[in-house]
């Protein structure tokens, strides 16, 4: 069964800082990674997907991701970080038929002046 | 843009109320799901459909049930509402799996408060 673990429940940074969101998965099939962001009372939005084609990913807002299979890891990050990136970030991976979604706990990244 | 609303942004329930959350997509999307969203435990699927009239369960469908009568329409209904179910109730919609895109689209959810 798939399964993802984030690794931080929070995470702080500084303005400018690198920004590096902690994401383990399971599968026992090739995975579909995905993360997505959500903004305060607002719903989930996709930044980027890992579909095979290659193992390093770019998203949108500067965000990227690389895939590692021998890690089992799928972890986000950007160079640096704006104030505006602070949101709740989940890490997600295909579970199954009819696309199904398996979503990790979450990580609330906070960036501070 | 695929674009995924739902009917209300607040709700505030009694405890023993039926509940009505609705949810339209309009890219004509043949999966549509349900989730609950709760600190610290991220996004729980409650039902999905994958066609008209088609459901099934997903981890937590307990006190919950869904009605799929158009494709672009899918509704979460809770027959009598209780505290717990207080939370952030998110619907998305996905293409049919084999079309070569995975991702699901969300709506902006529903935080619904049963007192």
Redesign the interface.
């Known amino acids: 069964a798939q399964s993802v673990t984030q690794l931080g429940s929070h995470v702080s940074v500084s303005e400018g800082a690198l920004v590096l969101l902690r994401c383990n998965y399971s599968s026992s099939v090739p995975p579909y990674l995905f993360w997505y962001v959500q903004y305060p009372n607002q719903g989930l939005q996709l930044l980027l997907k890992y579909t095979s084609a290659a193992t390093l990913v770019k998203g949108i807002n500067g965000f990227e991701a690389e895939f590692k299979k021998s890690e089992t890891s799928f972890h986000l990050t950007k160079p640096s970080a704006h104030m505006s990136d602070a949101a709740e970030y989940f890490c997600a991976v295909l579970s199954g038929g009819y696309n199904k979604l398996i979503f990790g706990a979450g990580t609330r990244l906070a960036v501070h002046p | 843009d695929v674009k995924?609303t739902q009917s209300s942004?607040y709700l505030v329930k009694r405890t023993g109320e039926k509940v009505f959350l609705e949810c339209v997509q309009d890219m004509d999307h043949e999966?549509m799901?349900w989730y609950r969203q709760d600190p610290?435990?991220?996004?729980?699927?409650i039902y999905?459909s994958?066609d008209v009239k088609m459901k099934?369960k997903?981890d937590i469908p307990e006190g919950y049930s869904v009605s799929r009568e158009k494709k672009e329409r899918f509704s979460l209904i809770l027959e009598s509402a209780s505290t717990n179910q207080t939370s952030m109730y998110?619907c998305?919609s996905?293409?049919?799996?084999g079309t070569g895109e995975?991702?699901?689209?969300?709506?902006?959810?529903t935080?619904l408060t049963v007192t």
């Open positions: 995924v942004r999966n799901f610290g435990l991220g996004l729980r699927l999905f994958y099934e997903g998110l998305a996905s293409l049919t799996a995975r991702e699901q689209y969300f709506g902006p959810g935080r």
